[in-house]
């Protein structure tokens, strides 16, 4: 779909700010796995995490998909960075639909602003992405609740001065929390070292007799999946954008490579057709997965409900950015393996959400229930009649 004024304008703008600003810090991050201040402070500046809310949250009042395309343009400069936005909107997100608005004023307006992380604190060591089998448990204490348990692979756990913790209540309903991480309780553990994207500090996360008020219980008893719902379909989107963002990177990397590299005078891309027939799948693949990520954007600012088409999504994207990634490594040769181009970290980056942030399998399977619960006795018949 062609962009309409404000999100080609914004994506111009973000493109060059984040090459300029942000890719110095790529390979480094990558090399560390540290959360880099710097980097954050850069999104900040850019307004990258006041972009998808409204004026009077303090935001830019942009589209999700003016949101989405900044991030695609942030990836291709430094897919970690496309990340650090991520858990802090999508928390702000799910404060402003669930909250009240004592606990709406008191987080929304610093995490539109980026002035503080926020932490998204679903995923178990046991359960993955099953909410079923979550352990962490809250109780009723007074007129509040009492949180423990375990997280794992928790983004800005260390950095976070909110989180959002799921957990299980009574007569297991799946429950909300907004939780304060400075209370005595809330500790972390070290940083799990990881293929790629280790500077988001991924880590456990030990609650202790965490407290949190009832007003911090969002969504209600039971409301938890909903809140989860909503905001990992953002999330889907965001990691979509990513995977193009590294798509396109390595599309481009590969093309200077093969008019830069040559056998007997004679650029590689113009002499051999084997390097052009890998040329053109990378750009159909990107444009396939360009074009649905933009659709499925803007259907969601249309309110329409992306949860099974967000799934889909992550199916064509996840495999499309492996697929090019691996293929630039194809056409860079030796060279590609190395850390002198940047390809073989973008191939780590593109495979690392093919597992990560839910399965590709496990999206599979919300994209079948969905197509078998969609398909009604006369759901053919309509279709060929164009109804």
């Not at 610093?110 to 926020?118: N, T």
């Not at 979550?134 to 109780?139: G, I, P, V």
């Not at 880590?203 to 719902?229: H, K, N, Q, T």
């Not at 940047?342 to 093919?354: H, N, W």
Request: with cysteine; net charge negative; glycine share 10%.
């Amino acid at each position: 779909m062609i962009l309409d004024e404000e999100c080609a304008a914004i994506a111009g703008t973000v493109r060059a700010r984040a090459w300029e600003r942000l890719e110095p810090h790529a390979a480094e991050i990558d090399r560390t796995q540290a959360f880099s201040k710097p980097v954050w402070e850069e999104l900040r500046s850019m307004g990258i995490f006041g972009l998808p809310f409204a004026p009077e949250a303090g935001g830019a009042g942009a589209s999700t998909l003016a949101y989405i395309v900044a991030l695609e343009q942030v990836a291709y400069s430094c897919a970690v960075a496309a990340l650090y936005p991520g858990t802090t909107v999508q928390a702000a997100q799910a404060l402003l639909v669930h909250a009240p608005e004592p606990v709406v004023a008191r987080w929304v307006p610093r995490l539109v602003a980026g002035e503080v992380p926020a932490a998204w604190a679903f995923t178990e060591p046991q359960t993955g992405s099953d909410p079923r089998q979550l352990t962490t448990r809250a109780r009723r204490d007074g007129d509040g609740w009492v949180l423990d348990g375990q997280k794992m692979f928790i983004s800005y756990a260390a950095e976070a001065a909110v989180a959002l913790v799921f957990a299980v209540a009574e007569e297991k309903r799946v429950c909300a929390f907004v939780v304060d991480t400075a209370q005595p309780g809330w500790t972390v553990g070290p940083a799990a070292e990881v293929m790629a994207f280790g500077g988001t500090g991924a880590r456990p996360v030990y609650l202790e007799s965490v407290r949190a008020g009832a007003e911090d219980l969002i969504g209600g008893v039971g409301g938890g999946f909903d809140v989860m719902l909503a905001g990992e379909a953002v999330g889907k989107l965001r990691v979509s954008a990513i995977n193009v963002g590294v798509a396109q990177r390595a599309l481009h990397e590969a093309t200077a490579y093969a008019l830069q590299r040559t056998h007997r005078g004679t650029a590689i891309g113009a002499k051999f057709a084997g390097i052009q027939s890998l040329l053109a799948d990378m750009r159909a693949a990107v444009l396939a997965a360009r074009a649905l990520l933009y659709e499925t954007a803007r259907l969601h600012d249309d309110g329409a409900d992306i949860s099974a088409r967000a799934a889909a999504l992550r199916l064509v994207t996840g495999p499309a950015a492996r697929k090019v990634t691996s293929d630039a490594m194809q056409v860079c040769g030796a060279y590609g393996m190395t850390r002198d181009l940047p390809v073989e970290r973008l191939y780590r980056e593109a495979k690392f959400y093919e597992v990560a942030q839910g399965s590709l399998e496990l999206q599979r399977v919300i994209v079948a229930k969905d197509v078998l619960r969609s398909y009604l006795p006369d759901t053919h018949s309509r279709w060929r009649l164009g109804e």
